[in-house]
């Protein structure tokens, strides 16, 4: 894959003055300007430096930028995964569904070294997938998967629209086919999984109705995207979420609002009451694009959910972005 290494230039001088985008005046409006006309004349590989890796993603790709924007904004992912390391005292197997270029890969194993025995990696854009598998080098204990996932093997959804550069949601004209994960991977997870991270704007709670066997045999924790915007656009259900994953004997939710900040904890059949929550999110008036990660924990764990609300160590990491 060649890289551009005059937008390259352009990209990372943006990522390091990335402080003006949301300043005041002229400086903001010129790093706009160029952003955008860097984006819009090339879309192609651009080299970077991701996590202290460096790494292919396509110009433009969010990432980098949000990462660096917000920087606590993973923290739900790290704690968790911590938290989970500490509980089993080994190294874990996680499932990471929509990997985008490899960086939720980079982030954990930068921040967490010696934690991550595997991961499987599961992207359905083609271009993302091409960009994950240059980047495999840096987690060469991956298996990488390029397929779109949903409820069933028997099912057509949307294509897949790139929403921003650095995710896609399936919100395209064209139907494609689609495959569950309990069919992609059941049979493939020789050591078991520890956890089913799952990000992929609107059709995280389709993907976890096709995960059921997985759910119920390896119990594993799961953490995903509650977009109610997204999952109106993708024309989903607000609810499937959380009614899969208590009929899978999920019982307690852990929620994060979208800057990765403690919301609230949610325990047995109270994500019944969600009604005000979709109606903040889908008024778009408290903040812009609201929406919550939530770690789901079955009821069979005995796992400190205090201390993964604390993100005590997720504070403490050595790399935001």
């Known amino acids: 894959?060649?890289?551009?290494?005059?937008?390259?230039?352009?990209?990372?001088?943006?990522?390091?003055?990335?402080?003006l985008r949301d300043s005041k005046g002229v400086f903001a409006k010129k790093w706009l300007l160029?952003?955008?006309?860097?984006?819009?004349?090339?879309?192609?590989?651009?080299?970077t430096v991701i996590h202290g890796f460096k790494v292919k993603v396509n110009n433009g790709n969010s990432y980098a930028l949000y990462a660096r924007l917000f920087p606590n904004y993973n923290n739900p992912l790290l704690q968790l995964v911590d938290s989970v390391y500490n509980l089993y005292n080994r190294e874990l197997n996680i499932i990471d569904i929509g990997s985008a270029v490899g960086d939720t890969n980079l982030f954990l194993i930068k921040n967490l070294p010696n934690k991550i025995e595997k991961?499987?990696?599961?992207?359905?854009?083609?271009?993302?997938?091409q960009y994950l598998e240059e980047n495999k080098k840096h987690f060469?204990?991956?298996?990488?998967?390029?397929?779109?996932?949903?409820?069933?093997?028997?099912?057509k959804i949307n294509s897949l629209v790139k929403t921003h550069l650095g995710t896609a949601s399936a919100i395209g004209k064209d139907k494609v086919q689609t495959i569950s994960l309990d069919t992609l991977l059941?049979?493939?997870?020789?050591?078991?999984?520890?956890?089913i991270k799952i990000d992929v704007d609107g059709f995280d709670g389709r993907i976890l109705k096709g995960s059921e066997k997985i759910l119920k045999y390896y119990k594993p924790f799961v953490i995903f995207e509650w977009h109610p915007i997204m999952i109106k656009k993708t024309q989903n259900d607000f609810h499937e979420h959380f009614e899969i994953l208590y009929k899978c004997g999920y019982n307690r939710f852990v929620w994060f609002n979208k800057y990765g900040d403690f919301s609230h904890f949610d325990l047995n059949e109270n994500y019944l009451n969600l009604e005000e929550?979709?109606?903040?999110?889908?008024?778009?008036l408290h903040d812009f694009d609201w929406h919550y990660d939530i770690v789901a924990i079955n009821s069979e764990s005995d796992i400190d959910i205090l201390k993964i609300a604390e993100l005590k160590k997720a504070k403490s990491k050595e790399s935001s972005f």
Do not use: Q
């Open 1 to 19: 894959m060649k890289i551009s290494i005059y937008h390259s230039i352009i990209y990372n001088l943006l990522l390091k003055t990335y402080k």
């Open 34 to 47: 160029l952003w955008n006309y860097s984006t819009n004349i090339y879309s192609g590989a651009v080299s």
């Open 119 to 129: 991961f499987y990696c599961v992207e359905g854009d083609f271009e993302f997938f």
């Open 140 to 155: 060469p204990k991956s298996h990488l998967f390029n397929a779109l996932l949903s409820e069933s093997d028997n099912n």
């Open 186 to 195: 059941f049979d493939k997870l020789i050591r078991g999984v520890d956890i």
């Open 277 to 284: 929550l979709i109606k903040l999110c889908l008024r778009n």
